[in-house]
């Protein structure tokens, strides 16, 4: 019995490492990338778990039926090279969890290319020898826009309230405008375009200055992903 036991072990197959499951994973989100672009709904499908709880940028759900369906798409001349970086992968088990930076180089016909990134999240299962996805989320993430000059800093210089009772205060530090709330330092806030303004690493949330008749600015709306809070300008 002992010496059948010693031959088991012997002859059993030693457990994966974390860096070579981690090396797995990667080809495979990899190749999973790759195939979006080209419409290969089979090859992103075949990497998927039947029970797959899959969430796109858009916070659209898709199952594996709905992968495996997409087809090629017309390119119109756009070509799309897909890069993941920012890899992290943690080992528990039979289960990992990776996280990772997509990186979309769109190409137009004239040569022109624009890169998109987005920052997904996604859970891969060992059973029957090979590693599936069970869970994926991404995010849309937003670069900041080119600055353009702030003629006058003054003129948003100012405390700001809403209806809720939250203040904004803005400030000049130095030759530029900078946002402080709830008692938080200073943050200097770059202009997108006249009276438009995000803070860098932030750009998602902007700050739409209004002004009167005369061109007195009275205030703002901070606007964020659709949702808008209207600041009035405190005397």
Same mark, same amino acid.
């Given at each position: ?27 495979? +989100? ?10 290969? @709904?089979?090859?992103?499908? =075949? #990497? *998927? &778990? ?72 996604? +859970? ?10 069970? @869970?994926?989320?991404?995010? =849309? #993430? *937003? &670069? ?92």
């Amino acid at each position: 019995m002992i010496g059948a036991f010693l031959l088991l072990a012997m002859t059993a197959p030693k457990a994966e490492k974390p860096a070579d499951i981690s090396a797995l994973l990667f080809r495979k +989100t990899q190749a999973f990338s790759d195939a979006g672009p080209v419409g290969d @709904g089979k090859a992103m499908a =075949a #990497l *998927a &778990d039947p029970r797959l709880i899959f969430f796109n940028e858009n916070g659209d759900r898709a199952t594996r039926d709905d992968l495996a369906s997409i087809k090629p798409a017309p390119s119109n001349g756009v070509t799309t090279r897909m890069s993941v970086t920012d890899w992290d992968c943690q080992v528990h088990g039979d289960v990992a969890v990776t996280s990772f930076i997509d990186n979309a180089a769109r190409t137009d016909a004239k040569g022109k290319t624009v890169i998109f990134r987005y920052r997904s999240v996604e +859970t891969w299962l060992h059973r029957s020898r090979d590693w599936t996805m069970i @869970g994926s989320e991404t995010v =849309a #993430l *937003a &670069d900041d826009p080119a600055a353009v000059p702030v003629v006058a800093v003054d003129d948003y210089v100012g405390t700001y309230r809403a209806e809720s009772g939250l203040t904004f205060t803005f400030a000049r530090q130095g030759a530029e405008l900078a946002a402080t709330t709830g008692g938080q330092p200073l943050t200097v806030q770059k202009a997108e375009a006249p009276d438009i303004f995000f803070t860098p690493g932030a750009a998602r949330a902007i700050k739409i200055f209004r002004r009167d008749a005369s061109g007195r600015v009275i205030g703002f709306v901070y606007h964020r992903i659709g949702q808008d809070i209207v600041f009035s300008r405190v005397a």
